[in-house]
């Protein structure tokens, strides 16, 4: 009886170690990202990361015209930062930087190697915005899902001179609060 008991609560333990280790890796899902805002009274910083595939249809270095072309369409889109997200502007935030992070683009770090993985290909973007009242942001509207079809969920951390929260959106959810 014991053991059995000893065995269930391994069984447990071990799960919970392998889904806190997806969680470390950041844990490669078709169709989630992940996205980490960090408001302050200067700036909103926001960590996108995804999955090329999300971005794409596919996640290795473009081979045919077509695949160069969805490769350069999907980098505007990331690169208008203004679009993707629209912060509430009593915050008054412009736009500061953009950088791109991906091995199979090809784009930031070259040894970027562990990006790739057993075939797949991620993206890891950071969004810079400059604010003259941060944290006066009451709430950040996400165009992800207007940008990225393919992309169903977004995973949030937020982290405001308020508190953190952590939430999940949905398509077609675009809105997040950001004070409460
Ligand atoms: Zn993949």
Do not use: W, Y
Not at 161 to 178: I, N, W, Y
């Amino acid at each position: 009886m014991f053991a059995h008991r000893c065995l269930v609560t391994l069984i447990a333990a071990a799960g919970l170690t392998a889904a806190v280790a997806a969680q470390a890796a950041g844990a490669h899902e078709h169709g989630v990202a992940r996205l980490d805002v960090a408001v302050d009274a200067a700036r909103v910083s926001i960590l996108l990361e995804s999955p090329l595939d999300n971005l794409l249809g596919f996640e290795h270095a473009p081979r045919t015209d077509a695949e160069r072309e969805k490769v350069a369409a999907a980098l505007v889109r990331l690169r208008a930062s203004q679009a993707l997200f629209r912060i509430d502007s009593a915050a008054g935030c412009v736009p500061a930087r953009v950088d791109l992070q991906s091995a199979p683009l090809g784009l930031g770090r070259a040894t970027a190697g562990a990006q790739v993985k057993d075939g797949h290909g991620e993206l890891e973007a950071t969004f810079d915005f400059n604010c003259s009242q941060g944290a006066r942001a009451g709430f950040l509207e996400i165009g992800l899902f207007e940008a990225f079809p393919a992309l169903q969920r977004i995973e949030l951390q937020v982290a405001t001179p308020k508190g953190q929260l952590k939430a999940t959106l949905r398509r077609p959810a675009s809105r997040v609060v950001l004070v409460r």
